[in-house]
């Protein structure tokens, strides 16, 4: 039974994954509006090979001085012959610095009689920087670290990465004007906000700079040496802010979110999926089929995240009086100290699930499984997208709570042999948790 499971669970994820991808929805947008404008490309994200190459077989054609990829260098997809900067993520390298360089430079390049075709999705935050001076990239790689584990959420991450930048914040927008702007957007963070999908660089901010200079002492960075700095940059008008929700410039982006995780999660893919995995198999009868469960949205810290699902999951478990089963997608956080060990937010989540479900289920034989997971292919700075386990997998309640306490997960599921490595998926749809469990 749990080897059935965990192919429905797989069978699951891969196919969320697969309605994602880059060819299918690019191609689905190109066919509505007139590529033949299209005068330039700017593809920056996890995604942004698969992107720039479903636009080329589609018939988008840029001089090779029109066109940027910026992507993940462990991303080895092919891709044509459009100038490519591979660079580093979570941790901005030199790279990502030549990159925001070369896309500021291809948008300062445009007139009013060029189109820019940006596309954009997640990641590309890292992947592209430009660290407004005095800050230097090392100022940059600090900070990003220190944000990761501060245990902010993805939109007030990149509100302070809108502060310190010279593209993001709808800046690089700035620089292609007069162009007309259209981006494509595969979009990895709650509520598929704008200014939060890359920090925003053709976006506006819609939190205004004094809130988004107070998060710096909310999420504990008031000690960085630059800090008093850019208070009296902005102070003194120094600092160019952010674009405004209400810029004449905002007339020329034409924005289009082409797929998101709550999109996807939540719009009939995964009953339609179930519904074929079920269909014609005689050991499962509509009586017998499982009892799909609504879960709220992955979001705040992983540890209390994975204790809400085990206990929502008990509950239904008991009132179905049958198997159920779990879908949920968003994005948890992990609060990290200074000294911490290997692992990423699926991870945990996995393993705190299965150490409340195992607490609060003692003397029960009850099976569950849970895969949690990025849509990515990557959970952290990991080899693994994330976890799987199950009832039937060894689980040392002492040793399980030391790798959480330590944030060492990584090590632990890798000796239990509970990590999930499906490889890069060439999309980015944040997280998704499946979570079967009953008779």
Known sequence: MLADWRQIAVALYDNVVATGQADHVVSRALSQINIADISAVLAVGKAARGMAQ?????????????????????????????????????????????????????????NDADHLLVLLSGGASALMVAPHPPLTLDDKIELNARLLASGGDIHQINAIRRLVSQIKGG??????????????????????QLSSIGSGIMAPDPMP?????????????????????????????????????????CDKIDSHILASNKQLIHAGVIPDILSSLFAGNDQHSKAQAPQIIAYPRLSGEASVMAECLAEATISAVNQAGKTVIGITGGETVVTLPHDHGLGGRSQELALAFALAFKTAMQGSDMPWLILAAGTDGRDGPTDA????????????????????????????????????????????LADMVVIIAGS
């Open 209 to 249: 700079v004094s809130e988004s200079l107070a998060l710096i002492d909310t999420l504990g960075m008031a000690d960085l040496w630059w800090v008093a700095d850019l208070h009296k940059q902005y102070a003194d008008g120094r600092m160019t802010p952010p674009l405004s929700p209400d810029h004449p410039l």
């Open 385 to 428: 997208a994330g976890a799987i386990l199950d009832s039937q997998m060894p689980l040392d309640i002492a040793s399980a709570k030391q790798a959480l306490l330590r944030h060492d997960v990584w090590n632990y599921l890798d000796q239990s042999g509970g990590l999930f490595r499906p490889g890069a998926s060439g999309t980015n």
């Open 54 to 110: 479903s636009a080329y077989d589609n018939g988008v054609r840029v001089a090779r001085d029109k066109a940027l990829i910026i992507a993940p260098s462990d991303d080895h997809n092919d891709a044509h012959n459009w100038p490519l900067i591979p660079s580093a993520h979570p941790v901005p390298d030199q790279n990502s610095l030549i990159a925001g360089q070369q896309a500021a430079a291809l948008c300062q390049s445009l």
């Open 171 to 192: 800046r690089l927008a700035a620089m292609a004007a007069p162009a007309q702007i259209t981006q494509f957007i595969i979009s990895d963070v709650e509520n598929d």
